[in-house]
């Protein structure tokens, strides 16, 4: 079974623009998530999806956006792109049931560069 | 509210040198326990888990105990190697009413010398 692939892998960027990342997530797979990581700051959840509707929402500014496709597919848009914005973004889909056993399971990952 | 925390690193060993990454968590109800690893320039394999007190997920010979008592799920291997190098993330899951959570603790680099 084919693993979670991030499109693309690196991406840089200039002040002022914006990005979308794609992701597809494992056959069968209904939920994604979406994080960002940092050397400072560790893996920080930005939103979730399932069925195409988010479910879920971490603390990040209305920059961040997502969507879902019917065939969970998912795309994560910044808007508006900041320096601060530089980071490994990480895409996790799981079966999505609301259990604590579901696991997530990442694709390799997006690195943005903002200059 | 839910927390996990890890011992800060870098952990450095010699190969074959025993292995100990602490980790404890706070939550309510009865999360599932979970240890990643990201090898450099990848993302995060799930390495092993737990889903119940008292369980013991195991995977390349890493081992980890879910402890409810203490609340700690500390990954262990006997021996390490060289290819172990890599940050290990200790994380738990829990169910919300329409959806869960997934928290990560800030991750634990381990160097593994020759």
């Known amino acids: 079974k084919a693993g979670v692939t991030q499109t693309p892998r690196y991406l840089i960027k200039t002040r002022g623009q914006q990005v979308t990342l794609s992701c597809s997530p494992i056959?069968?797979?209904?939920?994604v998530s979406w994080y960002q990581q940092t050397p400072g700051q560790g893996l920080q959840f930005l939103f979730e999806?399932?069925?195409?509707?988010?479910?879920n929402k971490g603390n990040f500014p209305g920059r961040f956006s997502g969507r879902q496709f019917s065939n969970s597919r998912s795309e994560m848009n910044v808007s508006t792109l900041e320096l601060g914005d530089s980071a490994l973004y990480l895409c996790?889909?799981?079966?999505?049931?609301?259990?604590?056993?579901?696991?997530?399971?990442f694709g390799p990952g997006t690195r943005l560069t903002v200059l | 509210g839910d927390s996990v925390t890890q011992m800060e690193g870098p952990v450095t060993l010699s190969e074959e040198a025993f292995l100990t990454i602490n980790c404890t968590y706070t939550?309510?109800?009865?999360?599932?326990l979970f240890w990643y690893v990201q090898y450099p320039g990848e993302g995060l394999q799930l390495l092993l888990k737990?889903?119940?007190?008292?369980d013991k997920g195991s995977n390349k010979g890493f081992e980890a105990t879910y402890r409810k008592e203490t609340t700690s799920f500390h990954l262990e291997k006997g021996s390490v190697q060289v290819s172990d190098s890599a940050v290990y993330f200790c994380?738990?899951?829990?169910?919300?009413?329409?959806?869960?959570?997934?928290?990560f603790g800030t991750g634990t680099r381990l160097k593994v010398l020759a």
């Open positions: 939550a309510t109800g009865y999360p599932s």
């Open positions: 999806y399932f069925s195409e509707t988010q479910r």
């Open positions: 994380a738990l899951s829990a169910p919300l009413s329409k959806t869960y959570k997934y928290i």
């Open positions: 737990a889903t119940k007190a008292d």
């Open positions: 056959s069968g797979h209904r939920s």
């Open positions: 996790a889909s799981s079966l999505g049931q609301v259990i604590s056993t579901d696991t997530q399971y």
